[in-house]
Nanobody, 116 residues
Framework: EVQLQACGGGLVQPGGCLRLSCAASGFTFNNYTMSWFRQPPGEGPEWVSSIGRGGGSAIYADSVKGRFTISRDNDKNTVYLQMSSLKPEDTAVYYC?????????WGQGTYLTVSS
């Protein structure tokens, strides 16, 4: 059974930092590109960041570039999203995704609220 377990969300003040984790199981993790998406309240989902299979390539949405860092540990089957300089507009449910050609797996979301 494929599982993607995201955790680490919570309430953070503007300017703060937080790290999300997503632990994967049930598939060959290091064959898949891993991504983070988010869905702000009342809005549609948006892509945040992706990282290649070996971890050597990472790309980011303009809205988070320079503030968020994606990484992965293929030994632990886990992908991370380190977030800093958080803004209220970063408030959203964050989801991790595993993608390989036409295969795509989604985990349950973890909620981040950025508010004073």
């Amino acid at each position: 059974e494929v599982q993607l377990q995201a955790c680490g969300g919570g309430l953070v003040q503007p300017g703060g930092c937080l790290r999300l984790s997503c632990a994967a199981s049930g598939f060959t993790f290091n064959n898949y590109t891993m991504s983070w998406f988010r869905q702000p309240p009342g809005e549609g989902p948006e892509w945040v960041s992706s990282i290649g299979r070996g971890g050597g390539s990472a790309i980011y949405a303009d809205s988070v570039k320079g503030r968020f860092t994606i990484s992965r540990d293929n030994d632990k089957n886990t992908v991370y999203l380190q977030m800093s300089s958080l803004k209220p507009e970063d408030t959203a449910v964050y989801y991790c995704n595993a993608g390989l050609r036409d295969m795509s797996f989604w985990g349950q979301g973890t909620y981040l609220t950025v508010s004073s």
